[in-house]
């Protein structure tokens, strides 16, 4: 009898997409702060022409290189051992520079989907919707507050969140947090 294939998500910033420098992570943590409840996850959404440009330019500075394991996670998809997908929660504004780097790390035609947040809902929301409706059993994601609401959701019980982490958060105890991507797919390797 054959196993049954993984299906795996990944988050795009901050996953497959990097920055190693990492100059723009305080500043989406800081903006994000400004507007977050206590309780509640609600993150910054940009409104007005400036915020948005601001927003953008983030991105921009944030996701500059393709991490170290992306090829593997290709050749895996390409040798049917796994399943992937793109998972961005990225907002529709950014829905143009989103298909731009899918097609130039050929996500498009290596991958099995590619999704991004056109509707504008909450990310956590979005991710959490996204992992049900694709059935995933792994998903990658490099923000902890995420990685912590989708962890603990009763509708994802079966589904493994891996946590890439940067260097300000590797103090938090989590079972599954890797420093890079390379490592997350090495992981995820001794699980098939
Ligand atoms: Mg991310």
Redesign the pocket.
Known sequence: MSKKVLSIGL?????ILYNPLRVARPLIASFKNIVAYKRRMKFYYPKTFWEKQIWKLIHYLSSLFVADGFRDIIKLTRNKKIRSYVVSARYSMLGVDFRRWIKKIKADSSLSGCYYNAGDKQPHLFKQKMIEKLNLDIYV???YDIVRYLSQSAKLKKVKIVWIYNILDRHIDYPYKFPTLKAAVEFIETTL
Do not use: Q
């Open positions: 988050d795009l910033d901050g996953v994601e490099d923000n």
